[in-house]
C-alpha cells in the first residue's frame, strides 16, 4: 500500500492512523525483535530474580525480587524501544525513506510515529515481566507496582529515540549486531543488571540506563532526592541528544 494514499494527515504532513497501523504490522512480522523483546527479559527474571532468599530478602519498601523484576522491564523496554526504533536502518536499505521523499510528510511526524510504535512493543514487554513477577514471588506496594510500570514503560522513550539515531547513523547491515553488545555494555555501565559502588557508581550516573533505572526503582527503593533530580536531568539530556540527532538524520536522509 502506498502510503501517497494512507489519509489526509499524512497528506498534510501530520500524524496519521493509517500510517500508525501500517507501521505496526511491519514491525510485528520482524519475528526477531518480538521474541528478544517478549521472551528474552521475563526468562532472565526467572533465571535471576526467583532465587528463594531473594524473595524473603527486602530492599526498600519490596524484596529483592522486586528489584530484579523492574531491572528486566527496564532492560526489556529498552529492547523493544530500541529495535523499534533501529528498523528505519532496514527501511532505508529497501528504499523506504526514497519513498518518503514524495510525501509531504514532516520529519518529526514521522519520528513520532516510529516512538509510538516502539513504545507499544516496549508496553508490552514491561508488563509480560510485570506479570511473570506478580506469580514469583516478587512484592512491592500496589503504588509502587503502578508507578514502577509507568516508569519504566514512559522511561523507555529515551531508548525509541537511541533506536531511530543509530537506524539513521548505521548501515542496515550492522545496526542490529552492534545493538545488541551495546545494550548489554550499557545495562551493565548503568547499574541496571547489579548495584554499583565506588568510582563504577559515579561513572554509571552518566549512562542513559541509569536514570532511567534510578526513576523505575523510586517507588519503592527510597532513592535519595538528589539522585532522583539527577536521573530526571538524565533522561531529558540522553532524551533531547537522540531525538534531535534522528530528526536532523532524518532531514539529511530525506533531503529533496
Known amino acids: 500500500m502506498s502510503i501517497l494514499d494512507t489519509r489526509p494527515a499524512l497528506r498534510s504532513g501530520g500524524l496519521s492512523t493509517g500510517f500508525l497501523r ?127 510500570f509507568l516508569i519504566a514503560w514512559i522511561g523507555s522513550l529515551v531508548f525509541a529515540a537511541f533506536g531511530l539515531f543509530m537506524g539513521y547513523l548505521l548501515p542496515s547491515e550492522n545496526v542490529m549486531q552492534l545493538l545488541g553488545p551495546v545494550l548489554a555494555l550499557l545495562s551493565f555501565a548503568g547499574g541496571l543488571f547489579m548495584p554499583l559502588h565506588g568510582w563504577f557508581e559515579t561513572v554509571s550516573k552518566v549512562i542513559p540506563t541509569n536514570g532511567v533505572a534510578v526513576l523505575a526503582r523510586a517507588p519503592f527503593a527510597e532513592p535519595s532526592a538528589g539522585s532522583i533530580l539527577l536521573a530526571i536531568v538524565n533522561v531529558l539530556v540522553w532524551a533531547a541528544v537522540f531525538a534531535g540527532g534522528a530528526a536532523l538524520l532524518f532531514r539529511r536522509d530525506t533531503a529533496r
Open 22 to 148: 501500517i507501521e505496526l504490522m511491519r514491525m510485528l512480522r520482524n519475528r526477531r525483535t518480538v521474541i528478544f523483546s517478549l521472551i528474552m527479559p521475563p526468562l532472565f527474571f526467572v533465571i535471576f530474580g526467583t532465587n528463594s532468599g531473594y524473595r524473603s530478602e527486602s530492599f526498600g519498601s519490596g524484596n529483592v525480587t522486586g528489584y530484579v523484576m523492574v531491572s528486566m522491564a527496564v532492560y526489556g523496554a529498552m529492547l523493544a524501544t530500541t529495535s523499534g526504533g533501529a528498523m528505519v536502518a532496514v527501511e532505508r536499505a529497501v528504499g523506504w525513506s526514497r519513498q518518503l521523499r514524495l510525501t509531504p510528510l514532516r520529519p518529526l511526524a514521522y519520528v513520532a510515529t516510529k516512538i509510538i510504535i516502539a513504545m507499544v512493543l516496549g508496553f508490552f514487554s514491561v508488563a509480560v515481566v510485570f506479570a511473570v513477577g506478580s506469580v514469583l514471588g516478587a512484592h512491592l506496594s500496589a503504588s509502587a507496582w503502578v508507578g514502577c
